[in-house]
T-cell receptor
Framework: KQEVTQIPAALSVPEGENLVLNCSFT??????LQWFRQDPGKGLTSLLL?????REQTSGRLNASLDKSSGRSTLYIAASQPGDSATYLC???????????FGGGTRVLVKP | KAGVTQTPRYLIKTRGQQVTLSCSPI?????VSWYQQTPGQGLQFLFE???????NKGNFPGRFSGRQFSNSRSEMNVSTLELGDSALYLC????????????????FGPGTRLLVL
């Protein structure tokens, strides 16, 4: 059974600092891994998707890496801003079909 | 291009009642998945529909059911509501089903917040 863990559960940083969010998964037989952002009471916004054959993906200030062999992914957010405050979730797609297994999320607060 | 829409956005029910939630996927998307989000259990997969057929099912009791229509719109139903069914219910759509390692992101709706009293 696939298990996805995100540590820490919460993170508070001053504005301008780089953010490093971690995600680990137990079964390396994944098709892809996605990072999502969720604002309080809202749905999920897809940030980055990394295919199993890729090592990293970048979009603006966001960079996500994937190491399948060790079952880890890291999301880097450069020069954090207060608007980056949200919960960040990683999810892996393992079996055929579209069933995502989510981590518990990291709640981020960027202080001005 | 319109995003995934879910109705209603908020719902209050009492124990024992039943509820139906609706999800309209992005135009052209044929796969619709449903997830339940609670503070204690996080996000959990309920089921996925493609071309009016349920393809995958999560570990939820039979009180949770769903269906998909020919226009890809989907509904989920929860019968005999329990207090523990209070949650944010999210649906997600994607353009094509997974084929091998095809790159395909899922787009989530804003959710329906259900409160069971």
């Amino acid at each position: 059974k696939q298990e996805v863990t995100q540590i820490p559960a919460a993170l508070s940083v001053p504005e301008g600092e780089n953010l490093v969010l971690n995600c680990s998964f137990t079964d390396s037989a994944i098709y892809n891994l996605q990072w999502f952002r969720q604002d309080p009471g809202k749905g999920l916004t897809s940030l980055l998707l990394i295919q199993s054959s890729q090592r990293e993906q970048t979009s603006g200030r966001l960079n996500a890496s994937l190491d399948k062999s060790s079952g880890r992914s890291t999301l880097y957010i450069a020069a954090s801003q207060p608007g980056d405050s949200a919960t960040y979730l990683c999810a892996v797609l393992r079996a055929a079909g579209n069933k995502l297994t989510f981590g518990g999320g990291t709640r981020v607060l960027v202080k001005p | 291009k319109a995003g995934v829409t879910q109705t209603p956005r908020y719902l209050i029910k009492t124990r024992g009642q039943q509820v139906t939630l609706s999800c309209s996927p992005i135009s052209g998307h044929r796969s619709v998945s449903w997830y339940q989000q609670t503070p204690g259990q996080g996000l959990q997969f309920l089921f996925e529909y493609f071309s009016e057929t349920q393809r995958n099912k999560g570990n939820f009791p039979g009180r949770f059911s769903g269906r998909q229509f020919s226009n890809s719109r989907s509904e989920m139903n929860v019968s005999t509501l329990e207090l523990g069914d209070s949650a944010l219910y999210l649906c997600a759509s994607s353009r094509t089903p997974l084929a091998g390692a095809t790159l395909e992101t899922q787009y989530f709706g804003p959710g329906t917040r259900l409160l069971v009293l």
